[in-house]
């Protein structure tokens, strides 16, 4: 896997992390009782107001979700399967907000958004998800980029990264793996509570 080729990643915009600790996103919308049956789509009660998420991007996600552990619980038939599909989401959108021509294309087609041009439909989606995150006490989210030494992110991608997943980013020698695994293990070990050790 790329992670433990850590070495001989390119020095381009890397979006390593994303760790949460999340309930599914229609626990958020609804105060109905838990839904059990994850294949069903939720039933979203929209307001008109800045702070709810557009039912269409909740549907996406869900269908992102479900795909996602269908293929993930297919090739681990037996077995138990535990993945925050919150946490992969957010993390591939924050990358496909810098990504351009047919990888853009391609990263919102796979997650069910659709052409590129819904990019600030997601981030404002996002932005608000992110509001609402913010004030669960249950909640803990964390988002850091790693960028290659020398490598600038552009000014309308930090906005977004910023504005609506709460991220930050930060220069990293990618080159020097060793060194730039120690950084990163420490800031998930922080963010984690010691929870999650050594990730690279």
């Given at each position: 896997?790329?992670?433990r080729?850590?070495?001989?990643l390119?020095?381009?915009?890397a979006?390593?992390?994303?760790?949460?600790?999340?309930?599914?996103i229609e626990?958020?919308l609804?105060?109905?009782?838990?839904?059990?049956?994850?294949?069903?789509r939720?039933k979203?009660?929209?307001?008109?107001?800045?702070s709810?998420?557009?039912?269409?991007?909740?549907?996406?996600?869900?269908s992102?979700?479900t795909?996602?552990?269908?293929?993930?619980?297919?090739?681990h038939?037996?077995?138990?399967?535990?993945?925050?599909?919150?946490?992969?989401?957010?993390c591939?959108?924050?990358?496909?907000?810098g990504?351009?021509?047919?990888?853009?294309e391609?990263?919102?087609?796979?997650l069910?958004f659709g052409?590129?041009d819904?990019?600030?439909?997601?981030?404002?989606?996002?932005?608000?998800?992110m509001?609402?995150?913010?004030?669960?006490?249950?909640?803990?989210?964390a988002?850091k980029?790693?960028?290659?030494?020398?490598y600038?992110?552009?000014?309308?991608?930090?906005?977004i990264?910023?504005?609506?997943?709460?991220s930050?980013?930060?220069?990293?020698?990618f080159?020097?793996?060793?060194?730039?695994?120690?950084?990163?293990?420490g800031w998930?070990?922080?963010?984690?509570?010691n929870?999650?050790?050594?990730?690279?």
């Amino acid at each position: 896997p790329a992670i433990r080729r850590f070495g001989t990643l390119r020095p381009v915009l890397a979006v390593l992390l994303l760790l949460a600790k999340v309930q599914s996103i229609e626990d958020h919308l609804s105060t109905q009782p838990e839904i059990t049956n994850h294949l069903d789509r939720p039933k979203v009660t929209m307001a008109d107001n800045s702070s709810s998420l557009d039912a269409q991007f909740v549907s996406q996600s869900n269908s992102f979700a479900t795909k996602l552990y269908q293929r993930i619980s297919a090739k681990h038939a037996g077995e138990n399967v535990v993945i925050s599909p919150f946490s992969i989401s957010a993390c591939l959108s924050l990358a496909a907000m810098g990504a351009g021509g047919l990888t853009a294309e391609q990263m919102y087609s796979v997650l069910e958004f659709g052409a590129p041009d819904k990019k600030q439909t997601v981030a404002d989606n996002y932005r608000r998800l992110m509001e609402r995150l913010a004030t669960d006490s249950t909640v803990n989210v964390a988002n850091k980029i790693y960028v290659m030494q020398n490598y600038a992110v552009k000014g309308a991608f930090n906005a977004i990264a910023t504005g609506s997943f709460r991220s930050e980013a930060e220069s990293v020698n990618f080159a020097e793996s060793a060194a730039a695994a120690k950084k990163i293990n420490g800031w998930v070990e922080e963010k984690t509570n010691n929870k999650i050790k050594d990730l690279i």
